[in-house]
T-cell receptor, first 112, second 115 residues
Framework: DAKTTQPPSMDCAEGRAANLPCNHS???????VYWYRQIHSQGPQYIIHGLKNNETNEMASLIITEDRKSSTLILPHATLRDTAVYYCIVRWAGAGSYQLTFGKGTKLSVIP | DTGVSQDPRHKITKRGQNVTFRCDPI?????LYWYRQTLGQGPEFLTYFQNEAQLEKSRLLSDRFSAERPKGSFSTLEIQRTEQGDSAMYLC?????????????FGPGTRLTVL
């Protein structure tokens, strides 16, 4: 799986949009971008994933650049409960290994 | 709640003892995964089942570790002769095979402390 690079930490004011970047410059055509988050002492929570197109669900939006070398997770109106470690993961979509390879993620702190 | 459940949530044991953790996946999910997470690190893959077959094991899964999923439903992870280095959060995830991709949903984890 391609490696991802994320900033170690970010701050965001409550009520503002949180934009979390991720670089995955070696991503291949058959690899998806997944985002998970982990609130302190809980299991990781799935947020969203995409291949080429931008995606939106009730939690967030995922913007993938046209060359697919980077992506941004957007939380439109951050709340204190969004304080967590956010993991960007690139995952092979073909048959074979289905494991998720987590990095250290970005620690997002939402500030009142 | 129909999410992934894990039992126990916390386990404290003495070095050298055996421990067993249980994971109940989301109903009808045919894939089940075990991960381990140490302090300050992201989760690391240990092993994966499709139905009852264990299809992949990480090199992290030493011979003291064994996982089973006897009927393709719940799974157990046993650690024999625990060591202090085994202290970690053990996470279980499940997914439903769906074409070329699936989404893994994680349980709350079992936190193991080896004294």
């Amino acid at each position: 799986d391609a490696k991802t690079t994320q900033p170690p930490s970010m701050d965001c004011a409550e009520g503002r949009a949180a934009n979390l970047p991720c670089n995955h410059s070696t991503i291949s055509g058959n690899e998806y971008v997944y985002w998970y988050r982990q609130i302190h002492s809980q299991g990781p929570q799935y947020i969203i994933h995409g291949l080429k197109n931008n995606e939106t669900n009730e939690m967030a939006s995922l913007i993938i650049t046209e060359d697919r070398k980077s992506s941004t997770l957007i939380l439109p109106h951050a709340t204190l409960r969004d304080t967590a470690v956010y993991y960007c993961i690139v995952r092979w979509a073909g048959a074979g290994s289905y494991q998720l390879t987590f990095g250290k993620g970005t620690k997002l702190s939402v500030i009142p | 709640d129909t999410g992934v459940s894990q039992d126990p949530r916390h386990k404290i044991t003495k070095r050298g003892q055996n421990v067993t953790f249980r994971c109940d996946p989301i109903s009808e999910h045919n894939r089940l995964y075990w991960y381990r997470q140490t302090l300050g690190q992201g989760p690391e893959f240990l092993t994966y089942f499709q139905n009852e077959a264990q299809l992949e094991k990480s090199r992290l899964l030493s011979d003291r570790f064994s996982a089973e999923r006897p009927k393709g439903s719940f799974s157990t992870l046993e650690i024999q002769r625990t060591e202090q280095g085994d202290s970690a959060m053990y996470l279980c995830a499940s997914s439903l095979e769906r074409g070329s991709t699936d989404t893994q949903y994680f349980g709350p984890g079992t936190r193991l402390t080896v004294l």
